[in-house]
């Protein structure tokens, strides 16, 4: 073999083992992308199974208080409005903004044993308040979860090669799941 053929052959090689490098980290970054993605997805559910409990739980709760509490009427009306509007949303958004809507009504919901003393002893509003309470702790949780991979998401799009993989594989940024505004401050229930 020539001396220019053997360099050749050196150089083919070398172009060979860097296509190789280049397109297994090329895959890598895809498929991390992708895992990312799937990662949010996933624990979007994990919210969703919780705020589904939530739903399930809120028309016992609100029959108990009915009873006591014939003139909030307006609050009950609020309360099944956000919960219908929930189950409307078509996109996590949508959810996001109904659950954030209905949070606000049912700390009110809950604040109403304060204005109604036989409410406060009633024992199934008292199990029903323990079980939306622990519900609305497993959402934090949940939440918190949630948005820890959107922003390990959100932080990978907005890196140099990150933006580029997460074009290729059609993977958008993912919004956060805050409280809403009403929540950051405290809540006072005047009647």
């Known amino acids: 073999m020539s001396k220019g053929a053997k360099t050749v052959l050196i150089i083919v090689g070398i172009i060979v083992i860097l296509a190789i490098i280049v397109s297994s980290w ?21 919210v969703e199974n919780q705020l589904k409990r939530r739903y399930d739980l809120i028309p016992n709760l609100i029959e108990t208080v009915k009873g006591y509490a014939k003139h ?27 659950s954030q809507g209905l949070e606000t009504f049912l700390s009110r919901l809950l604040m109403l044993k304060e204005s109604y003393p036989v409410l ?21 949780v949940e939440r918190g979860r949630y948005n ?25 940024s993912r919004d956060y799941y805050e409280p809403p505004e009403e929540q950051k401050e405290n809540i006072q229930v005047k009647f």
């Open 26 to 46: 090329a895959i890598g970054n895809y498929n991390k992308v992708v895992t990312m993605d799937e990662n949010v997805t996933a624990q979007w559910s994990q």
């Open 72 to 98: 909030e009427k307006e609050l009950f009306e609020n309360v099944a409005r956000m919960r219908t509007q929930y189950f409307k949303a078509t996109s996590v958004n949508e959810k996001i903004a109904a």
């Open 120 to 140: 406060k002893a009633n024992e199934g509003f008292l199990k029903l308040q323990d079980s939306l309470e622990g519900t609305e702790n497993r959402i934090a």
């Open 148 to 172: 820890d991979a959107a922003r390990v998401l959100n932080t990978y799009r907005r890196k140099v090669f990150g933006k580029f993989f997460a074009a290729m594989a059609g993977v958008e």
